[in-house]
């Protein structure tokens, strides 16, 4: 909440030409709440209404003024709005400081089109929001889902995994009690539907997140209707709704289907007497409609409600201001700069998911160079392993080749001594020749062998200066691999005054003709359709965890009026059909 501290004083008076000071006025402290602050000013005696709410206004730097009013408690504890015209204190309860809100008064037909600037736009959705957790505003578990979404997207941006792990919205307070009290559904179970519709926001600034947040929000039943009690001719209970399109009439158990319906462009005037109101229509031939309202504290506020919307009804359908003109011609200007930067932002997006692309082609490549790499290592070490066992076969066939050539030695030593002897016995010389001759041919054949091996060796010790040429050549190749793998990517991206028994509106002199769309407004964006088709999946999804025993009245209405196909709009083009004769009768009787 912000603290902004601001105070109305008077001018000095002048006496003679000369500055006269005086006693210095007594202030009174007030604290004013607004959807998103609250705010302290320091008022006078004399401050009207009026001047505390230009004071909000210049302090906030709201433009679009007309949707909003202040409004206080009075003694019953019942909110009254605050008359303008009128001293601030002569109205509110004098319990420092003065409690008052700067809130929403009246509603726009459109959200989209006519809230205009974001001030507005955030207060609105605030607002709406609040009405909904509070469980003011009735909303099908569905809706409340996708709007739970679009409040993420409006407060945190895009969907993050890192920002959004699981658990993180436990103390976020994103659906209704009655919802979740509703359904056999885990926190959890809620978190991981709200997060798949919050994934699909991506690339919505804030702005259009909050508008679309609204336009959702204006197709539910109970949205922008001030309902009163009040009594038929016949003493039946009633609601009574006012809204930005007309006067709606409702039966005593059902706020969200209106029974008739009279647009403010069939309205000629509405005027009370005590507890009686009475209005009249464009048609000469109806009779005017008459009913009793049950908390007479109201009825200036009733009174109050018709005379706005009806003028905001008009100021619809005329052309507009030059403020306003100004206003939407710097929400174009805001939006092209929105999607200019969503265009660079996409770009970038893109831009990222193809460096990453290109890191994940190299990263394998990579790998596999390093797996080859290993294959070969594996096969050089397999190599000179081969190369050592080879190597020692050799030495161990030079020792027994040398060992046999010194028997050979031995041998033509004792061939020589047998030599000598030669006068000895002829078989004794001959088995001597033999032995020799055995023992040479013995010493021939191992240094054959010994001459394989060497030969085996050195075919090994090529195998393995080849095995490393290769690995030589795998390490250079690597080391030439992009600078993209260090992960470095630059991803910045650009972001009446009336009487207290009686009172009279009349409408008869003012422009009501008209009663077609205030104008020829956009289709609405194909993202809609999405949003639609994901209210319908999660509505499925939901279906078999109902709990039937928690079914309120209004779930109860809202489930007949989908079997029958009727929408919103559908039953106010409905009850609003006929004449207005007919349509006041059809009040009378019930």
Not at 119 to 136: A, G, M, N, P, R
Request: proline residues 3%; contains cysteine; hydrophobic residues 35%.
């Amino acid at each position: 909440n912000q603290s902004i501290n601001q105070s109305i004083r008077q001018p000095h008076t002048q006496h003679n030409g000369r500055m006269l000071k005086g006693k210095p006025k007594r202030t009174y402290a007030v604290e004013v709440t607004t959807p998103d602050a609250c705010l302290n000013f320091a008022i006078d005696s004399k401050t009207t209404g009026e001047q505390l709410f230009q004071l909000i206004v210049k302090t906030t730097g709201l433009r679009e003024i007309w949707f909003f009013d202040l409004q206080y408690k009075n003694q019953n504890e019942n909110y009254i709005w605050l008359k303008r015209h009128r001293k601030v204190l002569s109205q509110v309860p004098h319990v420092q400081p003065f409690q008052l809100q700067f809130t929403i008064k009246y509603f726009p037909e459109d959200v989209a089109y006519e809230l205009i600037e974001p001030s507005t736009q955030t207060l609105f959705f605030l607002y709406v929001q609040k009405q909904i957790l509070d469980e003011e505003l009735w909303c099908k578990a569905e809706h409340c889902v996708v709007l739970a979404s679009l409040a993420l997207q409006t407060n945190y941006g895009d969907y993050d995994p890192e920002l959004s792990a699981p658990g993180f919205t436990d103390d976020l307070q994103l659906l209704p009690r009655r919802i979740i009290n509703q359904y056999q559904m885990t926190p959890s179970m809620w978190e991981e539907k709200i997060v798949d519709c919050y994934k699909r926001n991506t690339n919505l600034f804030p702005e259009e997140a909050m508008v679309k947040y609204l336009t959702l929000a204006q197709d539910l039943e109970m949205y922008g209707v001030s309902y009163f009690s009040i009594k038929n001719k016949k003493g039946t209970v009633l609601w009574l709704g006012v809204d930005a399109l007309g006067l709606n009439i409702y039966k005593s158990n059902d706020k969200l289907t209106p029974s008739i319906s009279f647009p403010w462009g069939e309205i000629k005037t509405v005027e009370y007497n005590d507890k009686k109101f009475v209005i009249k229509a464009m048609d000469k031939q109806a009779l005017d409609l008459v009913f009793f309202s049950i908390h007479p504290e109201v009825n200036k506020t009733i009174l109050q409600l018709c005379i706005g919307n009806h003028e905001l009804y008009l100021k619809r359908r005329g052309p507009d201001s030059m403020e306003v003109q100004q206003m939407r011609a710097e929400a174009d200007d805001r939006r092209s700069r929105m999607n200019k930067d969503r265009e660079k932002l996409l770009k970038e997006i893109q831009q990222r998911k193809k460096t990453e692309r290109e890191k994940e082609k190299i990263a394998l490549k990579l790998k596999r160079t390093e797996k080859r790499m290993q294959q070969t290592e594996k096969s050089l070490s397999q190599a000179e392993s081969a190369a050592d066992i080879l190597s020692k076969q050799v030495e161990r066939a030079e020792v027994e080749t040398g060992s046999l050539l010194r028997q050979s030695e031995e041998a033509r030593d004792l061939l020589q001594q047998l030599l000598q002897e030669k006068k000895q016995n002829e078989e004794q010389k001959r088995f001597l020749r033999e032995r020799m001759e055995n023992a040479v041919l013995a010493a021939t054949e191992q240094k054959d062998i010994t001459e394989d091996l060497r030969r085996e060796l050195a075919r090994a010790q090529l195998a393995e200066r080849e095995a490393k040429r290769e690995l030589e050549r795998q390490s250079q190749l690597t080391s030439r691999a992009p600078s993209v793998l260090d992960g470095s990517f630059d991803d910045t991206a650009s972001r009446g005054s009336t009487d207290d028994q009686e009172a009279r509106i009349d409408f008869e002199f003012m422009d009501t003709s008209s009663s077609s769309p205030m104008h020829n407004h956009q289709d609405k964006p194909q993202s809609d359709r999405t949003l639609s088709q994901s209210i319908k999946d999660i509505g499925a999804d939901l279906s078999d965890r109902m709990i039937v025993d928690a079914m309120t009245n209004e779930d109860k209405i809202k489930e007949q009026n989908e079997a029958s196909g009727e929408t919103k709009y559908d039953t106010l083009t409905r009850i609003s059909s006929g004449s207005a004769k007919s349509r006041i009768s059809f009040f009378e009787e019930l």
